[in-house]
């Protein structure tokens, strides 16, 4: 059990064009969910937290208008890099917290490179 | 604020040898301690956690930490490397859950390579 998947799980996209990145928490149900980008031979920085149903809690210094994050249910959270850049090119890894509980679980992460 | 430093970003030892990978932590109120590793292009598989009970904590694939307070010290080790140990260790700190939001701060992390 506990299983979070993430699609795509690789993506290559123009500059200027926007990428969704979803995070499915496959057989329990997440009220929280958590994104992280880690640039290459880095650790995860934190760059959100989403609750079903209300808006996201962005970490300092993360454009809320740049990753737009929406949790629509409590299985599904996505990340939508808009207008992405190439500094925007990195490894994208969501968490799930089951509801009720207090441990994150991770996702294979989404590499995003863009052109 | 809570805070983690992992000693080495690089560490090499030989098969069969003992692995050992420093995490000191720094918190203001009791902390929730983890260590996950990384294989590349891969997510963060947890290895083991810290959650105030037993200060000796045993994980998956023969991996186990000590919780000493003293220390401020959370430092993994596991007595005999394996090939298939080499990956990327984190190390994390959250707080004792208050609610279900707890953020997890990780470490710079230690590439661990196994020598045959």
């Known amino acids: 059990g506990a299983v979070v998947s993430q699609h795509p799980s690789r993506v290559i996209c123009k500059s200027g064009t926007s990428v969704k990145i979803e995070c499915r928490s496959l057989d329990f149900q997440a009220t929280t969910m958590f994104w992280y980008r880690q640039f290459p031979k880095q650790s995860l920085m934190l760059m959100a937290t989403s609750n079903e149903g209300s808006k996201a809690t962005y970490e300092q210094g993360v454009e809320k208008d740049k990753f737009l994050i929406n949790h629509a249910s409590l299985t599904l959270s996505t990340l939508t890099v808009t207008s992405a850049h190439p500094e925007d090119s990195s490894f994208y890894i969501c968490?799930?917290?089951?509801?009720?509980?207090?441990?994150?679980?991770f996702g294979p992460g989404t590499r995003l490179t863009v052109l | 604020a809570q805070s983690v430093t992992q000693l080495g970003s690089h560490v090499s030892v030989s098969e069969g040898a003992l692995v050992l990978l420093r995490c000191n932590y720094s918190?203001?109120?009791?902390?929730?301690l983890f260590w996950y590793v990384q294989y590349p292009n891969q997510g963060l598989q947890l290895l083991l956690k810290y959650t105030s009970a037993a200060t000796l904590v045993k994980g998956i694939n023969g991996f186990e930490a000590e919780f000493k307070k003293s220390e401020t010290s959370f430092h993994l080790t596991k007595p005999s490397a394996h090939m298939s140990d080499a990956a990327e260790y984190f190390c994390a700190v959250s707080e004792l859950p208050r609610s279900s939001a707890s953020k997890i701060i990780f470490g710079s992390g230690t590439r661990l390579s196994i020598r045959p």
């Open positions: 968490s799930a917290m089951r509801t009720g509980g207090n441990e994150q679980f």
């Open positions: 918190s203001s109120v009791p902390p929730y």
